[in-house]
């Protein structure tokens, strides 16, 4: 950090000198024009470029064993084009996992290939999708995920469990299209004050974003139980507490998200304030257990574990919830 000192005019206009070598590097001479925005944090941001389009970051990438964990990190870090190039051929293998990983990040598109070379690029405009509107969705999908699970577990419906994990992938793929766009914004100011989206509100929206997947995660596995139990059902000895627990369990991810995203202080602590509820009614799914054959009992109280798992994760995610800035 430099500190410099701030000077006034006899006209009363106030100013401060910029580094020399900031402007050598930038090119500033004198009369040139950079132009000037004030945060919402009231930083006073100088930007030399602001007149020039940004340039599309270029990666290169050499097949390798790890080749669709390597294009997904080049795409998280905002890369407008990800090529993939091979010293003699790209094998049919490579080609299929570079498909296949592709079709799992949104915006990304091949827009050329040949014999060595694959050339990947995403179409997507970060300026256009808020983080707000990216991480709604993703919780709208989780949340049906988690709604229809538990439907599929309680009626022994295997097609409704295999749709749950099918879905599991669209929100996957908003994750890694969040991620993306919340570390454009974090490298681009202009981008942060356009969207109203502070570098902390990004810290912010990765974390819920993290909770919301992993919760999407949990979901699928409820879903993974049914397909085990191939069709068995749950007694109606059990069904009312269980209902009653994954009714407040699924209020609370609700109301967790929406205090988030409306910054509401009260509806944040009312998730926290359903422990001792769920803590009950979790008590009483594992009591009615145990007129259950062993391997059912099993079952039903590792699905109860995941859906207080996402009770947890909706509490971390409503103590994310910040003030409102007066």
């Known amino acids: 950090?430099?500190?410099?000192?701030?000077?006034?005019?006899?006209?009363?206009?106030?100013?401060?000198?910029v580094p020399k070598e900031w402007a050598i590097q930038n090119g500033i001479t004198r009369s040139s024009v950079v132009a000037t925005t004030i945060s919402s944090d009231g930083r006073l941001i100088i930007d030399p470029k602001y007149d020039l389009e940004p340039?599309?970051?270029?990666?290169?990438?050499?097949?390798?064993?790890?080749?669709?964990?390597?294009?997904?990190?080049?795409?998280?870090?905002?890369?407008?084009?990800?090529?993939?190039?091979?010293?003699?051929?790209?094998?049919?293998?490579?080609?299929?996992?570079?498909?296949?990983?592709?079709?799992?990040?949104?915006?990304?598109?091949i827009i050329e290939e040949d014999i060595a070379k694959i050339v990947m690029q995403c179409l997507l405009e970060p300026s256009?999708?808020?983080?707000?509107?990216?991480?709604r969705r993703e919780q709208l999908i989780t949340?049906?995920?988690?709604?229809?699970?538990?439907?599929?577990?309680?009626?022994?419906?295997?097609?409704?469990?295999k749709s749950v994990i099918a879905r599991d992938n669209e929100a996957d793929r908003l994750y890694f299209l969040l991620v993306r766009i919340l570390r454009t914004i974090i490298q681009n100011?202009?981008?942060?004050?356009?969207?109203?989206?502070?570098?902390?509100?990004?810290?912010?929206?990765?974390l819920s974003a993290s909770l919301v997947e992993l919760i999407g995660d949990l979901s699928s596995q409820i879903a993974d139980y049914v397909i085990r139990l191939n069709g068995r059902k749950l007694t109606n000895d059990l069904l009312d507490s269980l209902e009653k627990l994954s009714k407040a369990v699924h209020e609370s991810y609700n109301d967790a998200i929406a205090a988030f995203l409306s910054h509401n202080i009260l509806i944040a602590s009312s998730v926290r304030d359903k422990r001792d509820e769920i803590t009950r009614l979790h008590r009483q799914v594992e009591s009615a257990c145990n007129s259950l054959a062993?391997?059912?009992?099993?079952?039903?109280?590792?699905?109860?574990?995941?859906?207080?798992?996402?009770?947890d994760y909706s509490v971390d995610i409503s103590d994310l919830t910040t003030p409102k800035l007066t």
């Open 1 to 17: 950090m430099e500190l410099r000192k701030v000077q006034k005019t006899r006209g009363g206009t106030f100013f401060v000198t």
């Open 128 to 135: 256009a999708l808020s983080p707000e509107k990216v991480l």
């Open 55 to 109: 340039t599309p970051q270029t990666v290169v990438i050499k097949p390798t064993p790890y080749l669709s964990r390597e294009i997904i990190g080049k795409y998280l870090l905002g890369y407008d084009f990800i090529r993939i190039e091979a010293k003699d051929r790209i094998t049919i293998e490579q080609r299929e996992t570079i498909k296949e990983t592709s079709s799992r990040l949104i915006g990304l598109e």
């Open 143 to 161: 949340s049906g995920m988690y709604s229809d699970a538990f439907t599929a577990f309680v009626e022994g419906d295997t097609q409704l469990a």
């Open 189 to 206: 100011p202009g981008l942060n004050e356009k969207l109203g989206v502070s570098p902390i509100d990004c810290l912010d929206y990765r």
């Open 294 to 311: 062993m391997d059912m009992a099993q079952t039903v109280i590792s699905v109860t574990s995941l859906i207080c798992q996402v009770y």
